[in-house]
Each structure stands twice: as structure tokens, then as C-alpha cells.
């Protein structure tokens, strides 16, 4: 396989993990906010979730072979899971590393997820909170300077999932309203 092609697979592979993590990002927020869908809506958007999560892994482990096959660079399979000991881009490389380790804590804890306390994995499953921003600023920086469109794409994930967490955040529960007048009324 030439230079060239596993260039432009790890960065093609990079552009749609991102894309599809933000896609994650925003399933996950919508199923977990205080307006989740219920009935065949839950189960459409939990399964959606799951299955663009699988296909993140997939892309994502692309992104990782092609880059450290790309000889261009040198990264090192090291570098994969043990943040700042690439030496190339040691900063951005590790931002990756780290958004990678905290993903497959995540997916890790999702496997065994019935084997688990319920706590402790959503406690894990908060890690893609942190997972997600980290993996942008890795793809920002990481994004050639003369190809914008890889930034743009980038900034654009970055604007919709941070709409989707402030909307998890700051949603209130369907029955506000009539959760404020019950809180109102004397209790005799």
C-alpha cells in the first residue's frame, strides 16, 4: 500500500470518527436527559447509539493502524495507549492517546456492562464526557493547515455535540409545570 493511501485513509478514517463520535455524543445525551424518548423511540435511538458506537471502534481502530503503517511520521503502537511518548506531535498525539484510553474504558465497561454495578459503569460512561472534547482538540490540531475543510468539519462536531450536552444539562422535565404547582400547593 503506498505512502500516499495510507495517508489519506488515516485522515479520512480520523474526519469520520470524529463525526461519528459526536453522533454518539448526541444519541447518548438525548437518552440520558431528563426528555429521553420512550417506547420504540428509546429503542431506536439506544440501538442507534450502540451501532455508531461499533462503527466509531471500527473507524477508529483505522485511524490508529494507518497512521502508526503511514511511515511518514513516526508514531509507535506505544503511543496507542501510553499518552506523550510519540515523537512526533508528543502534545496532539497524546491528546489522542488519552480520548483512545478513555473510549475503550468505555466500551470496555459497556461489554460487561451486566456484570457490572450500575454505578460504577455510568460512572465510566461519564468518561466519554471528557473522551469526546479531548478527541476533537486532537483532530483539530492534528488537521492539516491546508486542508480546512478538516478543521471546519471538526468545529462543526464541536458546535453540534456542545449544543446536545448544554441541551442534557439544561433540559427540565417534561411535567415541569405541573412539578412547580404540586411544590406550590400547602400540604395541610
Known sequence: MSDHLLWYLSRASGVVSVMLFT???VLGALTAGRRRPHGGGATIVIALHRWLSLGLVAFLAVHIVTAIADGYVSIGWL????PFTSGY???WVGLGTIAFDLMLAVVITSL???RLPERLWRL???????????????GF???TGDQPVLRVVT????AIGAAAVLWRVL???????RRREIEAQEWA
Open 23 to 25: 453522533a454518539v455524543v
Open 155 to 158: 468545529l462543526g462536531c464541536a
Open 79 to 82: 503511543a496507542t495507549v501510553l
Open 112 to 114: 460487561l456492562r451486566h
Open 89 to 91: 506531535e508528543t502534545l
Open 124 to 138: 465510566v460512561h461519564w468518561a466519554a464526557y471528557a473522551s469526546w472534547p479531548i478527541a476533537l482538540v486532537h
Open 171 to 177: 433540559a427540565t422535565h417534561a411535567d415541569q409545570v
Open 141 to 143: 490540531a492534528m488537521g
